[in-house]
């Protein structure tokens, strides 16, 4: 049998398993990370060298450790003689031979140090990464983070030097049922690097976040946290006429300055440039300026009742799968306005950050969420800290943004001890990063009862519910009979509801997943809906048909056709016009 140099006996290569242990620590997350707001990438996207690796064979016979100069031979891949794939993009759609894939691959590139000075930092930013990520850097072990869908940094100032480096990232999306979300969802598991990745140049004392706001009290806060213990920052809003110098100790600085801007609202999405600078670090935000509260049942935006006229949508493009664009997010933001919208769920995970930054221009509120989704693991501590992980990353990466509404904790779990103080800590750790924004959750209804006794009712501010009266549940009056109890005190949203529509099916309304029937279907959701003074939101489910490989009837064929538009994202279903004239005269 073979004998390698890098990885040993073969012997103990093919039959040793516990050969990842030792790419185990250092894990990332939420504690290094590092705003980018108005920083200049150096963007690594393009052509990556790539290989699947469903044996971890990379890991067994250590890829990673292969020197350009040194190839063993024979070797099962060559990091530096390799098909491409480009990045960002997601895997199963790279070859069609690769649509169901889920395991492991190997991504390669060369890097070179950019910075100019010996007092720079160089952050490597990934934008995410479907859903185990390991990275290495001429061989070396960098570190791991877990989550599909939010961004990981690493220091990387002191493991590069003058020459070219090779960058190597073993990703894989194996389904686990202690990962967040569990092995049994309802979307489409795309695996890959499907967000840019990038480095950064950075002062070596600079700023590493900031949470700017607007109080009930006429107040900008400015919370910076800096890379340092101590110093001296300063905030300027230069269309304000406001300027302040904020002490920075222990790595933190608050400045509260009294204001009046004009608010940000979806009618008058203003935004006013703001600029922080410590030391030699300059970074530019775009803020808008309003207030969220909760009074009783009503949602407050600025003081004042809003009712959100909503639409779910999933992040999944039938030819990009989770590789997204600016366009493709304006196109969404269109569909969403002519709808008559206000307000998008962005199911089930965190989507793009350009999401919020677009949505802030363009003046749409959202709920954002991470996949805390059906059976967790919820006993487990490693899946705990994985939610919470998440929970915060998405946190720091959005909460400067006007757009965003509401952190999403969790959708249709079961009511369990285990579940309750999981979500408990979660709810702890969105309110500690975050006091200035409600929590909401998808919750059960008691389906006897008719009544929404669902113990994490109790830990959020806003309830939603996911009902399919007229679909999956026959008899729309059970609708009539929830709305009827509901006796929580607090705002309540139908946080989706919908039924499958094939588009063009121009059968009669009789006829199941025709549009007919689809147009019946809300007609019947808005009769009952628009009774009830206690629903402060509805939100259709949802705007795009999208890729869920649980979803193999003939109808479906692997895709859930709930959309009001069809996947080609053109295909406008009867449905729709339905919701728009609900939304223009509500």
Not at 34 to 49: H, I, N
Not at 164 to 179: I, Q, S
Not at 242 to 267: C, E, F, N, Y
Not at 468 to 480: E, M, V
Request: contains cysteine.
């Amino acid at each position: 049998m073979q004998k390698s140099d890098l990885a040993g006996n073969a012997v103990t290569f093919l039959h040793e398993e516990n050969y990842l242990d030792e790419f185990a620590e250092p894990m990332v997350g939420a504690s290094s990370f590092m705003t980018t707001a108005g920083r200049e990438p150096v963007l690594l996207s393009g052509d990556w060298r790539f290989a699947l690796d469903p044996f971890d064979t990379g890991f067994r016979q250590r890829w990673f450790a292969i020197e350009r100069d040194a190839i063993p031979q024979p070797t099962d891949w060559n990091p530096y003689d390799a098909e491409e794939t480009p990045i960002p993009s997601s895997l199963n759609l790279v070859r069609p031979e690769l649509h169901h894939y889920e395991g492991g691959a190997w991504y390669t590139r060369t890097i070179k140090d950019p910075r100019t000075s010996h007092n720079q930092r160089l952050i490597l930013r990934f934008g995410a990464a479907n859903y185990c990520a390991r990275v290495f850097l001429d061989g070396a072990f960098v570190g791991r983070h877990m989550g599909g869908s939010t961004p990981f940094f690493f220091d990387i100032s002191e493991l590069i030097g003058p020459k070219p480096a090779e960058l190597m990232v073993h990703v894989e999306n194996e389904r686990d049922p202690g990962r967040v979300p569990c092995h049994h969802f309802d979307w489409f598991n795309y695996g890959g690097l499907h967000r840019d990745v990038a480095l950064f140049i950075v002062p070596h004392e600079h700023i590493r976040d900031t949470f700017i706001h607007y109080t009930s009290a006429g107040e900008i806060v400015a919370e910076i946290h800096t890379s340092c213990a101590a110093g001296q920052a300063k905030v300027d809003i230069p269309a304000l006429n406001l300027s302040q110098v904020v002490v920075i100790k222990d790595g933190i600085g608050t400045m509260r300055l009294p204001a009046s801007p004009v608010l940000w609202s979806p009618d008058n999405p203003r935004l006013y440039e703001i600029l922080l600078t410590f030391g030699d670090d300059h970074i530019r935000e775009r803020i808008g300026f309003r207030t969220i509260e909760i009074s009783g049942e009503d949602i407050l935006l600025n003081g004042k009742p809003i009712f959100l006229k909503g639409v779910c949508v999933h992040e999944d493009d039938r030819d990009a799968g989770r590789v997204t664009s600016r366009d493709d997010i304006r196109r969404r933001y269109r569909h969403a306005r002519t709808l008559g919208a206000n307000f998008l769920r962005l199911a089930h995970y965190p989507h793009h950050e350009w999401a919020a930054e677009i949505a802030d221009e363009e003046g749409l509120l959202l709920w954002e969420e991470i996949p805390a989704y059906w059976a967790l693991d919820f006993a487990s501590p490693t899946t705990l800290a994985d939610a919470t992980n998440q929970l915060s990353e998405l946190i720091l990466r959005d909460r400067n943004r006007a757009s965003v509404l509401t952190w999403g904790l969790a959708n249709e779990t079961a009511d369990t001890e285990d579940r309750n103080a999981f979500m408990r800590a979660l709810a702890d750790t969105g309110r500690a990063l975050d006091p200035t924004r409600p929590l909401s959750a998808a919750c059960l209804f008691n389906q006897e009862s008719l009544r929404i006794e669902d113990t994490l009712a109790s830990y959020v501010d806003i309830i939603g519910i996911n009902e399919y009266f007229g679909w999956y549940d026959n008899d729309i009056a059970d609708l009539a009979q929830i709305l009827s109890n509901y006796n929580l005190g607090k705002p309540l949203v139908i946080s989706e509801t919908g039924c499958d529509i094939v588009a063009g099916d121009g059968g009669p309304a009789t006829k199941k997943n025709s549009e007919a029937f689809g147009a019946c279907y809300y007609h019947d959701q808005i009769e009952v809906i628009d009774r009830y003074d206690v629903v402060k939101g509805i939100v259709p489910w949802l705007l795009y048909d999208f890729r869920s490989e649980r979803r193999q009837n003939p109808v479906q064929k692997g895709w859930n056709r709930k959309g009001l538009i069809a996947e080609d994202k053109e295909t406008v279903k009867q449905a729709f016009s339905v919701i728009a004239d609900f939304y223009r005269r509500k």
